[in-house]
């Protein structure tokens, strides 16, 4: 008897339980790529107070409903660090946790974690229980997703950050 764990008794050829190897790994396509910090990072910058001003003016015009919560979020005496990583991206930082990002000099994006601490700094628009996995997947949100019975659509001005929550 061999040693290979095989079926016997099923019709058709006999297979081995161990598993094959067929030569590397495959390759993670790049969105799917670890962070590497020194791969990643070009240079950490500690902002003046009064650049951190103009951030938090900048972030209050943004997020209207962030004004109340941003001396939570970014306290007057915490160190706010800007990491400039490759591709043009800025991640805003406070003591080491990252709060926004933002390509060039575009708008600031909250990160989900600071997203799911304070849910109610952006508006919402709600999908119907059936558009969550495509959602979740990656897919783009249509129209039948937000406007079927269980989705809500609030109003929102073009070009609006928004927070899709779930039914």
Known sequence: PSSRASTQ???GPSFSLRPVSRGAAPRRPRMFKKFDEKENVSNCIQLKTSVIKGIKNQLIDQFPGIEP???QIMPKKDPVKIVRCHEHIEILTVNGELLFFRQREGPFY?????LHKYP???P???VDKGAIKFVLSGANIMCPGLTSPGAKLYPAGA???VAIMAE
Request: no cysteine; proline share 5%; net charge neutral.
């Open 159 to 161: 070009d609006t950050i």
């Open 110 to 114: 909250p990160t989900l974690r600071l």
């Open 124 to 126: 919402h628009q709600q």
């Open 69 to 71: 919560w941003l001396n």
């Open 9 to 11: 008794g099923l019709s």
């Open 120 to 122: 109610f700094i952006l």
